[in-house]
């Protein structure tokens, strides 16, 4: 696989954190629902208020951390799908804050942009990195919940207890009304 092809499904799949990682890096149950637009490797604009009523799952990754994105999500991609039936929709995205400005059109280019390629968000400026926190050269998830609130920040390179902790826990997020 090319390093387009394994960047981009590198860029599509969960990541999961240790039990006890997850406790301790979730935000407070009561956190108001939050919005950012941010826009993907088609210059189209993708903003978190339009998934509400879904529970969102964002997987992050700079150039380092984007290889452990794929430890993540197998065992929750097995359980949950991208669609309606499971109110799971995971998005893609990658962090390129300090990617100078004449470089921007170079690294857009190593996204593929074809109709079947899934959609990857390109923060250039860092956005979810400055309201959430960021751990560079490892995988980042952010999971919201159906209102859009921030339940968790994790950050790690992923292991079978830490990925089945993370389905869990969307689980719980998804049976919640």
């Known amino acids: 696989m090319t390093l387009v092809r394994r960047t981009s499904f590198a860029f599509l799949v969960i990541a999961g954190v240790a039990p006890a990682a997850l406790a301790a890096q979730s935000a407070p149950a009561d956190t108001a629902p939050v919005d950012f637009t941010i826009r993907d490797q088609r210059d189209q604009p993708f903003s978190l208020s339009q998934l509400r009523g879904h529970v969102v799952v964002i997987t992050s990754g700079d150039r380092t951390g984007n290889r452990y994105i794929r430890a993540w999500s197998d065992a929750v991609r097995a359980r949950f799908d991208s669609d309606s039936a499971t109110g799971v929709w995971v998005q893609g995205h990658a962090h390129l804050a300090g990617i100078p400005f004449f470089l921007k059109g170079y690294v857009r280019g190593r996204f593929d942009r074809g109709p079947s390629?899934?959609?990857?968000?390109?923060?250039?400026?860092?956005?979810?990195?400055?309201?959430?926190?960021?751990?560079?050269?490892?995988?980042?998830?952010?999971?919201?919940?159906?209102?859009?609130?921030?339940?968790?920040?994790?950050?790690?390179?992923?292991?079978?207890?830490?990925?089945?902790?993370?389905?869990?826990?969307?689980?719980?997020?998804?049976?919640?009304?």
């Open 117 to 177: 390629a899934g959609r990857v968000l390109l923060d250039w400026n860092g956005t979810l990195a400055r309201r959430f926190g960021y751990q560079p050269d490892v995988a980042n998830v952010y999971v919201f919940d159906r209102r859009g609130a921030l339940r968790h920040h994790l950050a790690g390179t992923g292991s079978p207890e830490a990925t089945a902790a993370l389905a869990g826990e969307l689980a719980r997020l998804v049976a919640e009304p």
